[in-house]
């Protein structure tokens, strides 16, 4: 008999003395077996896993290890000066900054506009927006020469482009198989409050981090809560990314 065989059968007595009187230790040993066994190096592998816990367990991927000193630090608004920085982005950056729109960025992260001054106020009629500040009046096609309009809508007949906020998230993917059930997808994606660096920085190794572990080049983007205007778009649009927001709203 294997040895493998032979450690099992043995093992098999003290299984069903367990199940006996307590089912929970083998369930256990069940579940750790099973999450094991998850391969959580492949998009395959992550999309099985349905048990939150597990989905939001921290683990190693070999991949994310080699280049993850190259980037920003993690939770931290990106910037160029964090150590490891290649040259490449820092250079990039300097070639466009002068060309950026002369916009002073407006309240802070977490969309607190208190005490920001901007145009007219939005009721009246004539109201200004100079810097197409979408958070202001919805806003989708720049003022400024040379900015592609924004994307609000899907060119083909009877298409909803579906995006939602919030995400994505490590507990995300029960409502992913929600929407595979019903034939749905859907897109993940306050940007006015940061310096051009800041900005630049965000855009930047958002789209490197997805190249360089998916093999994708991203070409697009929406902003969180919509919060765009010209020079953000000017920032984007360098980085060959056009700019996507709604022009329906659930207000859920």
Request: one cysteine or more.
């Amino acid at each position: 008999m294997p040895r493998r065989a032979a450690i099992l059968s043995a093992a098999l007595p003290a299984l069903a003395l367990a199940a006996c009187a307590d089912h929970r230790p083998v369930e256990r040993r069940a579940l750790n077996a099973a999450r094991r066994a998850v391969d959580r190096t492949t998009w395959q592998g992550e999309a099985k896993i349905t048990d939150p816990t597990q989905e939001c367990t921290y683990y190693d991927y070999a991949p994310v290890n080699n280049i993850v000193n190259t980037y920003p630090e993690i939770w931290e608004t990106a910037t160029l000066s964090s150590a490891g920085i290649a040259d490449e982005p820092k250079q990039l950056f300097a070639s466009i900054n002068q060309s950026i729109p002369n916009i002073a960025p407006r309240g802070d992260r977490e969309g607190n506009f208190q005490g920001v001054s901007y145009g007219t106020s939005r009721f009246l009629h004539g109201t200004t927006d100079p810097d197409c500040w979408w958070s202001y009046t919805r806003c989708d096609k720049p003022k400024m020469k040379g900015l592609n309009a924004d994307i609000t809508r899907c060119p083909e007949p009877n298409t909803w482009g579906f995006t939602l906020d919030d995400g994505p998230n490590c507990t995300h993917n029960a409502y992913y198989d929600y929407l595979q059930t019903i034939d749905q997808k859907a897109t993940l994606f306050y940007m006015t409050s940061m310096t051009n660096e800041e900005a630049f920085a965000e855009l930047y190794f958002s789209k490197k981090a997805i190249f360089d572990i998916l093999g994708v080049t991203v070409r697009c983007w929406r902003p969180p809560y919509g919060d765009v205007d010209d020079r953000i778009r000017f920032i984007a649009q360098a980085l060959d990314m056009r700019t996507v927001v709604w022009n329906e709203d659930t207000d859920d």
